[in-house]
């Protein structure tokens, strides 16, 4: 038999970037953990509710709506998204729940409950990057995104800008896709060059 039929199957993944702003987000737990998750999640303009008999101070400062008591099945009615950061008992409960609306749910340090994992984020001028380890390794993400926080240059915006313009004029001249990134390529290899000649200038 070959080593590779011996290897595990690995899960394979499907990256993708949601679009939360006025949708409904549930995050279940109320203590550190759930605080820790909460900003993300406020950050992209969901709506987001927290269910817990707990509440730290920090999500009560939030600005999110609270619902202080245990976990109901119901509590993901019309939901989007849960992220649920609550004892394991009670986020096998929100997965179960969130299996039966077709709802993903992310759980915190608990892969057997998830089916979504979220990863180490970066942020930078209108570009977002994220790293999984597949809820493997969190921590090894979180220090790969901070190595990834080191490379990405701080320009990256007069990046974004050069590749949207880039894109507008492409597509009204009908520039076919393949020749697309190779032109970007060009153009982000003059701006680099002119930033370079501007500050040997100096």
Known sequence: MSPLALAPAVESLYPVFLKLAGRRVVLVGGGPMAASKLAGLMETGASVSVVAPEIVPQIRRSGAILIERGFVPRDLDGAWLAVAAAPPEVNRSVRSAA???????????????????????????GVTI???????????????????????????????AEARALRDRQKSTGVPLPARRPALLRALNRLYASRRHAEAQR
């Open 99 to 125: 299996e039966e609306r077709g709802i993903f749910v992310n759980a915190v340090d608990d892969r057997g409950s998830a089916s979504a994992y979220l990863g180490g984020v970066l942020r930078r001028s």
């Open 130 to 160: 994220a790293v999984s380890t597949q809820g493997h390794a969190p921590a090894l993400a979180g220090l790969l995104r901070e190595a990834l926080e080191a490379i990405v240059p701080e320009e990256i915006g007069t990046w974004v």
